[in-house]
């Protein structure tokens, strides 16, 4: 019976064995629709075209007002982003002390004009008496010494004046100019101090650049040039004019500063944005030609901090490629590594594309 039932279980594995042997593999096929999709060339600017630098508005007229003199503020008449007038006053600061020195001042020249008069009027009338030949010479002199002192005292009472009066301005702080208030950095009952900012003021009507340019490249600045400028925020476009170009890194970390006059600006662009600056260089013979990658930033993948392109594999298939991008001007992207030079890049699809995805290029 047991020899049986081993037959049988034989029979049984040899025959599951042969129908699994007896059965045809088949393969997978991907039926899925391929994704339109549009490409483009790697664009190579092997021309030295421009030269790109960072930068940051500002106003032309800007100021940081303070004091020489220490006292407590007692107002504060103005708020950040008001505007105000050329003389308004901005911070009174307190000036007992000043306003007792004024009046010894004031004490001072009544008693220098009293002298001064008296003396007058004695020299006045020896210079008649001399003329008469009824005073001696040496009366003569000595009312002469006693006027002039007499002119000098009163000259001195009233520059003492004018210095008190300078140092009232101090105490009152006035606008210099019309503008608008950007800052305030003290408040009632704060201690001023010689050469602290209490309010920044610019007038925000003229707007210039600061652009940190590299040694490599500010030999091809030239003063006058005409600049374009892409503002990072809203990716306003504006021109420009280079207005200064400095000779010298050494406080700049051997960066060079370059300043750029703006013509017209919209009411969306303000102080303090960070721009991105193309100037335009001269090509001359001698001059060592650069090879830089642009891409247009739509075409731009990103996933957190790591940006990407489609590029076009083999078998028409989408395979996302990192990149490490440099600076941008407008909607181009300078690529630094991630693309070589004879890739092509998808710039649009007519779906959603994924890596492996099969594509057909339009």
């Known amino acids: 019976m047991k020899n049986f039932k081993y037959i049988i279980t034989i029979i049984t594995l040899s025959f599951l064995i042969y129908s699994c042997g007896s059965k045809e593999t088949k393969s997978v096929v991907d039926n899925s629709t391929p994704i339109p999709v549009k490409v483009n060339a790697l664009h190579k600017d092997s021309t030295n075209r421009f030269v790109a630098a960072s930068g940051k508005i500002e106003a032309e007229k800007s100021a940081n007002l303070s004091t ?22 901005l911070v009174s600061i307190n ?8 009046a010894q001042v004031n004490a001072s020249i009544l008693q ?16 008649k008496l001399f003329e008469q030949q009824s005073a001696s010479q040496k009366e003569l002199d000595d009312m002469t010494s006693r006027f002039e002192m007499a002119k000098a005292g009163l000259v001195g009472a009233n520059e003492m004046r004018n210095e008190i009066n300078a140092q009232f301005l101090y105490a009152n702080i006035t606008a210099p100019f019309s503008g608008v208030v950007t800052n305030t950095f003290v408040k009632e009952g704060d201690m001023a101090n010689p050469g602290m900012p209490l309010v920044s003021l610019e007038a925000p009507t003229k707007l210039q650049v600061t652009a940190m340019v590299s040694e490599t490249d500010i030999h091809n600045i030239k003063k006058g040039m005409l600049v374009n400028v892409l503002v990072k925020s809203s990716h306003t476009e504006l021109t420009g004019k280079v207005s200064e170009v400095s000779s010298s890194g050494k406080n700049t970390g ?8 703006l013509d017209k600006t919209e009411k969306k662009v303000l102080s303090g944005m960070f721009v991105s600056v193309q100037f335009p260089v001269e090509k001359t013979v001698d001059s060592k030609k650069t090879t830089t990658v642009y891409i247009p930033s739509s075409a731009l993948v990103e996933q957190g901090q790591l940006t990407g392109v489609y590029t076009v594999g083999n078998g028409n298939m989408a395979m996302l490629r990192w990149l490490r991008i440099g600076k941008t001007f407008g909607d181009q992207v300078e690529i630094l590594s991630g693309l070589s030079s004879d890739e092509q890049y998808i710039i649009s699809a007519d779906g959603k594309l994924f890596n492996g995805a099969k594509i057909s290029i339009q």
Do not use: F
């Open 68 to 89: 020489r003199m220490m006292g407590y503020v007692t107002k504060v008449n103005v708020k950040m982003g008001q505007k105000v007038s050329k003389g308004r006053l």
């Open 254 to 261: 051997g960066q060079y500063l370059v300043k750029i006059n």
């Open 112 to 127: 220098a004009e009293a002298g001064y008069k008296s003396a007058k009027k004695d020299y006045d009338r020896y210079v």
């Open 95 to 102: 000036n007992t002390d000043l306003l007792a020195k004024k």
